[in-house]
Structures are given as structure tokens and as C-alpha cells.
């Protein structure tokens, strides 16, 4: 798998099978134009690029809070997965855009976006379809809430409003918002680590990737953290200036940043 | 005290106010749900009231709900009777009359919702009248308060299209600002008194309560 996916140009690249997410994309945004081609098939694969780049953009795109000038995104669920279908959430060809609540794509964005009118736990639980619950799934999600309010060091805070949290807190409850639902089709991650002191993100990256695995809910991020990037070990997509300059093993792609990282260490 | 028109009054500022923010609710939101042509053309005719005589609006609705348009007789074909010089034909004045005083808050409440949250609240599976009603509504209730309060308040000032519209009938179309013209074109000045402190009464103790109401919320928000 991995040396299929070696840093390969994203002209050459046409619609994989095994993806899970196929993005191929057209779009201006004041003076930067976004053209991208590129595939997801690794549970985790991070955007790295300079600020600008266009990394929140491709989120947006993919959440459905943005429409592109042109092209089509095509999502297929991986094996195991709780939602078992191929859904085309934007094809300009074919006029398809499926809007941002029928998608089960769930997005934190970078800054907390808290609903300022409920407390931790309401915050938490807003993303849950009650209604589509039996008993026994809604005993479940509520025992979910708590673990993931423990994990994520909120689980003193739970009746609080949202008002009085930290910088540090809300940001917390910003991104296990996002990651409470059992059933997404994919979680995007716009620099979820970034400003978090290191011992809460090395408790937090771990629990976060086997979450993910064991709920199969494949995962991409936004970082220019290449620590954060190691760390997780991803598949890594290099953007710059709207386009994609490679894709592969984190390992490959971001060696040049991980030696100027070393050399500036051991200075 | 004429206490039949002092209860026509708040009946009809109750009935005004609750059928009014049935209509305005969807249509601020609407208003507030984006920009072009079409939503200011619906704008400046829903803040046509506030510079129109009450006299013309009137006017166009007698003439509307009587028998000359074709509306009018549909209306009173199927009722029976016109619409104009009823209880109800003063609803209906009273809405269109009070129109800006209800969708005006609404959509300035709407619009000062912060549009991340909507859209964060829809990457987590709430449709569109979901956010609405748990985010956009809630965090706009203030806006929602202060809509009703003005909708009912300006109902029974009310004047010129009652006069035009409603006529002077007891009990159906004879509010308080209609008694208070007619006991002064009767040199009835006691009654007339009275029912002009009534009136300014309920006006300040109402708008005392919204600026109180602001005033003790403010601290809490600071």
C-alpha cells in the first residue's frame, strides 16, 4: 500500500478504487486558486502546508460549508464502517451538492465554535440523532459522552456554560464535539492540537487514533505542526498555493522538514 | 371607563401580536438568510408602515376588503359579510400596520447570530430547521421579547387605520384611541381624561419594563 502511494505527482493520479475519499477540486478564493486532485485511502491523513495554502478551504469543501467553482468529491466508506454507501457529495457536472447536514462529516474548526446558550455536556451531546435511537444505542452514547469528557479532561466541567471555560478548555470541548458521534462518515480536524500544552496532546493523539480505528471513521487533519505529524505517523498531503505537492508515508514527505527541524535542535 | 373598548383594545393587540410573529418569525429569517434584490425589495415593504400615514394603509385596505376588488368580494362571498368595519378586518390592518415592529428585531436578532455556529451546528447533523430552532431562535431571543412587546404596544396606539378600517362599532371595532376621538368630538373631557391616562399609563409602564429588563441584563453580559 505504502509504495503505491509514494510521492506521486497529482497529475498522474486519476480516481482510486480504494480511496475512501476522492477530491478533485476547482476554486478561486480572493487571489488564490485552489486546483486539486488527490485521494484519501489511510485512516488518518493530514494536510500540512503554510498558512494560506488553501488547507481550510479543501475542509470547508468537504464539510459542504463551502460549494467549489468546479469539480466533485466523492466519498466511499471503509470496510466496517457504520455507514455502508458511496455518497458523491459534490459533482458541478451533475449538479450534485449535498448539504452539509446530510453528510455525517464532522469538522472542528480551528477557532471553538461553541453554541454560547448551553452548557459542556449539551454542547457535547448536540451532534447525537436521538431520534434514531433505540434505549440501549442512547444508554450507550451517553456512557460515550462521559468517557470522552473524561478523556478529554472535561469531566468536572460537565454542567458548566460553555462561558466560563478556558482558552484551553474550549478548544477541548471544540474537538471532542466533533469526535463524539459513533457513526460519522469522516471527522476533519482544522489544527485541533495547536496551543495544546504537549502532555495533554501525547494523552490526547493516542486515544484519538484508536477511537478512530475502532469506530472506523477515517480521519483528515490540518497541521504546520511536523511534530504533530511524526507523532501520528500519517499519510501526510504537502500543499502549497492551492495545489498539492505530494502525498505519501509522513516519513518521505516531510523528511526535508524533519532534518531543518533536527539541525535547528542540535544547534 | 369605557371597559368594552379597553378589552376590544388587548384583545386585539393579543390576537395582532401572536398571528403577527407566526409571520414575521419565517420571514425575518428569511430576510436574514442572505442578500440580494429580492430580500430588500421584501424589506422595504415590510418598513413601508413606518412612513406611510396610517390613514393610506387604511384606506387601501377598505377599499382592498370591501366590494370593488375582486379579492374583496371573494371575501365576502365566502364569509358572508366584509371584512372591513369587523374585528377581524382590524387583525388584518393591525398586522400589516405593525409589520416592521415585528420583522425589524427579528431579522437585526437573526442577523447577529454568528454564522460559525450554524454552520458548525450543520456539520453535526442538524438540518436547517433544527438550527433554527435551537440555535438562531434561542440566541435571538432577546430580539424575539422585544418584537412582541413592541408589536402589542404599537397595536393599541393604534389609530389611523382603525378609524379608516374599522369604523366605530362597540365591541367589535371600537378601541381606546377610537373612544378617547370620540368622547372629545362629544366635549366629554372627564372621560376623555381617563382614557387617555390609561393609555399613557400602560405606554411608559410597558416600555419601563423593557428598559428595566435591559438595564438588569446588562451587568451579566458585561
Known amino acids: ?267 | 371607563m369605557d371597559s368594552e373598548a379597553l378589552w376590544l383594545t388587548l384583545r386585539l393587540a393579543l390576537t395582532t401580536t401572536a398571528l403577527l410573529l407566526a409571520i414575521a418569525l419565517p420571514v425575518a429569517w428569511w430576510i436574514a438568510s442572505g442578500n440580494g434584490p429580492l430580500r430588500a425589495l421584501a424589506q422595504s415593504v415590510v418598513a413601508l408602515p413606518l412612513v406611510l400615514p396610517p390613514t393610506v394603509l387604511g384606506f387601501y385596505l377598505l377599499v382592498a376588503l370591501g366590494p370593488l376588488t375582486a379579492p374583496g368580494r371573494l371575501i365576502i362571498h365566502l364569509l358572508g359579510h366584509p371584512l372591513a368595519f369587523s374585528f377581524s378586518g382590524l387583525v388584518i390592518g393591525s398586522i400589516l400596520y405593525s409589520l416592521p415592529f415585528a420583522v425589524q428585531p427579528l431579522v437585526a436578532g437573526f442577523r447577529a447570530v454568528d454564522p460559525a455556529l450554524l454552520e458548525v451546528a450543520s456539520t453535526l447533523g442538524a438540518s436547517p430547521l433544527r438550527v433554527f430552532t435551537t440555535i438562531t431562535l434561542p440566541l435571538a431571543k432577546p430580539s424575539l421579547v422585544t418584537a412582541a412587546v413592541l408589536t402589542f404596544t404599537h397595536t393599541v396606539g393604534e389609530f389611523g387605520v382603525v378609524l379608516m378600517l374599522g369604523g366605530n362599532i362597540p365591541g367589535a371595532t371600537r378601541t381606546l384611541s377610537i373612544a378617547l376621538y370620540d368622547q372629545v368630538q362629544d366635549f366629554n373631557y372627564a372621560a376623555a381624561n381617563r382614557t387617555a391616562e390609561l393609555l399613557l399609563a400602560f405606554s411608559l409602564l410597558t416600555l419601563l419594563a423593557i428598559y428595566w429588563r435591559g438595564a438588569a441584563r446588562r451587568p451579566l453580559l458585561g
Not at chain 1, 485541533?192 to 495533554?200: K, S, V
Request: net charge neutral.
Open chain 1, 1 to 267: 500500500m505504502d509504495s503505491a502511494s509514494g510521492s506521486t505527482p497529482a497529475a498522474e493520479k486519476t480516481c482510486s478504487p480504494a480511496a475512501h475519499l476522492n477530491v478533485q477540486i476547482r476554486h478561486r478564493i480572493g487571489a488564490l486558486q485552489i486546483d486539486l486532485d488527490f485521494a484519501l485511502d489511510k485512516p488518518w491523513t493530514i494536510l500540512f502546508g503554510p498558512s494560506g495554502s488553501g488547507k481550510t478551504t479543501i475542509l470547508r469543501a468537504i464539510a459542504g460549508l463551502l460549494k467549489p467553482d468546479e469539480g466533485r468529491i466523492l466519498s466511499t466508506t471503509m470496510p466496517g464502517s457504520q455507514i455502508e454507501n458511496r455518497l458523491t457529495l459534490f459533482d458541478s457536472d451533475q449538479g450534485v451538492f449535498t448539504s452539509a447536514h446530510q453528510r455525517d462529516i464532522r469538522f472542528a474548526p480551528q477557532q471553538p465554535q461553541l453554541f454560547p446558550h448551553m452548557n459542556v455536556t449539551e454542547n457535547l451531546l448536540y451532534g447525537i440523532a436521538w431520534t434514531t435511537l433505540n434505549p440501549q444505542q442512547m444508554l450507550h452514547a451517553v456512557k460515550g459522552a462521559r468517557e470522552i469528557l473524561q478523556s478529554f479532561g472535561l469531566e468536572h466541567l460537565s454542567g458548566v456554560g460553555v462561558n466560563r471555560l478556558s482558552g484551553g478548555e474550549a478548544q477541548r470541548l471544540n474537538l471532542a464535539r466533533a469526535v463524539t458521534a459513533t457513526s460519522s462518515r469522516m471527522v476533519l480536524l482544522d489544527e485541533p492540537f495547536t496551543g495544546m500544552d504537549n502532555t495533554r496532546r501525547d494523552q490526547l493523539l493516542p486515544y484519538l487514533q484508536g477511537r478512530f480505528a475502532e469506530h472506523v471513521i477515517p480521519v483528515l487533519s490540518v497541521t504546520h505542526d511536523v511534530a504533530e505529524a511524526f507523532q501520528l505517523g500519517a499519510e501526510v498531503i504537502k500543499i502549497a498555493d492551492g495545489k498539492v505537492i505530494a502525498q505519501g508515508p509522513v516519513d518521505i514527505v516531510l523528511a526535508e522538514e524533519r532534518l531543518r527541524l533536527l539541525q535547528q535542535l542540535n544547534r
